[in-house]
C-alpha cells in the first residue's frame, strides 16, 4: 500500500526540503522524502514514525536543518522547544561516528548533534523535562577520553525557554563567541559552566548583549526576584537571614527561586548565578 493511500496529505519530495521540518515529520521511502502533517498525526502515530525516521535519516534528525539555521542564518528554527540547552564541544579532531552515537544513547533528550566546525560540536538538548546533564558529563568524562583516545572541552550553554523568532540562533551566537574567548585565554579547563564563563566574559566585556537583555527580562518579569537577588546577596546568599529581611517564609523564599530557575535557567543559590544576576541589576 502507497504512503498517499495511508496519509492523503503527505507531501513528496525528490530532493530534502528543510522549510517543511519544522511542522512535518520527515521520512525517507524508496529514495524519496515524504513530509507528514505533525497536526495530523497522533502522539503514538509521531512517536512510531519518528523512530523509523531516526533509523532512516541518521541519529539524531535534522541535522543538516540545524546547521543552516545556525550556521548559515537561513530559515525558521527546525523545531521549537519549551526550555532548550546547548552543550558545545570542543575537540582537535573529529569525531567518530562511534563516538557520536554514544552520546546518542547517553543523553535521553539530545534532538541533534551539530558539526559546527571540525573541530566543535554542538549537542542540542531538549529541557523541558530538567535532565542534569553536567553532573553526567562531569563525572564520566575522563572515561569517554580514555576510552576513544581525545581530549574534550565542554562548555554548558544555559537552560533558554520562552524563545521567540529567532531568539535561540541570537543566544547561540553569543554562547559559542563566548566559548571561543573562554577557551583562547583559559585553555587548560576542560569543563566550563555557563556562570563560570559569563562571570569571565562581563570581566572582559564581551560581546553578551542578548543573553543580558533575556536574563534581565526573566528578572523584571518574576515578581520580587530583584529584591530577591539583591537581599540575598548582601547576606552572602544566606536564605534563612534573606526571609527574615524580606519578611517572607522560607518556604515562599525557595518557590520564588525555584520559579525563576525554571524560567531563567540560573539557580539563584549558586554564587556565580547569584553574582552575575547582582551585577546585571547594578548596571540596568
Known amino acids: 500500500m502507497k504512503i498517499e493511500t495511508l496519509f492523503p496529505e503527505a507531501v513528496i519530495r525528490q530532493d530534502r526540503d528543510l522549510s517543511l521540518v519544522q ?45 543552516t539555521y545556525f550556521l548559515q542564518k537561513q530559515g525558521r528554527i527546525p523545531q521549537s522547544f519549551e526550555c ?50 553536567e553532573t553526567l558529563v562531569q563525572d564520566i568524562l575522563p572515561t569517554i577520553e580514555s576510552d576513544f583516545g581525545m581530549k574534550l572541552t565542554v562548555f554548558f550553554g544555559n537552560s533558554w525557554t520562552k524563545l521567540k523568532g529567532d531568539e535561540l540562533r541570537i543566544y547561540f551566537d553569543n554562547e559559542n563567541s ?72 522560607r518556604n515562599s523564599l525557595q518557590y520564588k527561586l525555584d520559579k525563576f530557575a525554571s524560567l531563567s535557567g540560573l539557580n539563584l543559590k549558586k554564587l556565580d548565578d547569584l553574582a552575575f544576576c547582582y551585577l546585571l541589576i547594578l548596571t540596568d
Open 23 to 67: 511542522d512535518y515529520l520527515e521520512l525517507l521511502l524508496d529514495e524519496q522524502y515524504v513530509y507528514l502533517p505533525k497536526a495530523s498525526l497522533s502522539k503514538r502515530e509521531q512517536l512510531l514514525l519518528g523512530l523509523s525516521s531516526k533509523s532512516l535519516l541518521g541519529e539524531p534528525q535534522m541535522v543538516d536543518a540545524w546547521q
Open 84 to 133: 532548550v540547552q546547548m552543550v558545545y564541544i570542543e575537540h582537535r579532531q573529529p569525531l567518530s561516528q562511534e563516538l557520536k552515537e554514544f552520546f546518542t544513547s547517553l543523553l535521553v533528550n539530545l534532538e541533534a548533534l551539530v558539526d559546527l566546525s571540525p573541530t566543535r560540536t554542538l549537542l542540542l538538548l531538549n529541557q523541558e523535562t530538567f535532565f542534569d546533564v
Open 178 to 249: 563566548l566559548f571561543s574567548e573562554f577557551i583562547h585565554y583559559k585553555s587548560d579547563e576542560n569543563l566550563i559552566s555557563f556562570s563560570q564563563a559569563i562571570l569571565w566574559g562581563l570581566a572582559h566585556r564581551s560581546n553578551l548583549s542578548a543573553i543580558k537583555s533575556k536574563i534581565l527580562q526573566d528578572i523584571n518579569e518574576s515578581k520580587d526576584i530583584r529584591d530577591i537577588i539583591v537581599t540575598m546577596w548582601e547576606e552572602h546568599g544566606n536564605l534563612v537571614q534573606t526571609a527574615q529581611k524580606l519578611f517572607i517564609h
